[in-house]
């Protein structure tokens, strides 16, 4: 079965820096994009980024480049998604999600339970 | 950039009713390349449809999606009660990106 297991919420303060991760299991991890997406409080879905754990390739959508960074370890298997500086308006819930869809991976098949960012002074 | 943009906003709709969904595309794109998702309350979303039109693994028969070009529809066609929720389209030509949700609520 395919998991991705994403780490607890976090409460931080602006300023702080924060890595947040997502384990996959179930399937060979090196093979499938993983992408982050943010959930801001009842509002709709925001494609961050996409990384290839294979080779640490990434993308970032041109609204989050530069604000934040995606990496991964693929010896465990996990993908992490940091910010250097949190701002209040990082507050959200974030979702990593497997991207597939055969030679051109195009969607999300499998999601991560979410991990919810709280940034308050 | 493509803009998906869904309609209505909210659909307030009755169980056994059929919930017609609509996600527009600013300019055409490839029906490969566009899904459906599902999130309720408190959860993250779930794969309905990929292709345009095929259905995920384990997603009921009453879901079915349609369309082409920049026109996309998805169809549910008896409503359950459980089906009640945020839908949301996606598409991926070289960058990713999601429509803004169309709420379905009961009536």
């Known amino acids: 079965e395919v998991q991705l297991v994403q780490s607890g919420a976090e409460v931080k303060k602006p300023g702080e820096s924060l890595k947040i991760s997502c384990k996959g299991s179930g399937y060979s991890f090196t093979s499938y994009w993983i992408g982050w997406v943010r959930q801001m409080s009842g509002k709709g879905l925001e494609w961050m980024g996409i990384i290839y754990p294979g080779d640490s390739d990434t993308r970032y959508s041109p609204s989050f480049q530069g604000q934040v960074t995606i990496s991964a370890d693929k010896s465990i298997s996990t993908a992490y998604l940091q910010w250097s500086s949190l701002k209040a308006s990082d507050t959200a819930m974030y979702y990593c999600?497997?991207?597939?869809?055969?030679?051109?991976?195009?969607?999300?098949?499998?999601w991560g339970q979410g991990t919810l960012v709280t940034v308050s002074s | 950039e493509i803009v998906l943009t869904q309609s209505p906003g909210t659909l307030s709709l009755s169980p056994g009713e059929r919930a017609t969904l609509s996600c527009r595309a600013s300019?055409?794109?490839?029906?490969?390349?566009l899904a459906w998702y599902q999130q309720k309350p408190g959860q993250a979303p779930r794969l309905l449809i990929y292709g345009a039109s095929s259905r995920a693994t384990g997603i009921p028969d009453r879901f079915s999606g349609s369309g082409s070009g920049t026109d996309f529809t998805l169809t549910i066609s008896r409503l359950e009660p459980e089906d009640f929720a945020v839908f949301y389209c996606q598409h991926f030509g070289g960058s990713l990106t999601f429509g803004g949700g169309t709420k379905l609520e009961i009536k």
């Open positions: 300019q055409s794109v490839s029906s490969s390349y």
């Open positions: 999600a497997r991207l597939t869809g055969g030679n051109s991976p195009y969607y999300f098949d499998n």
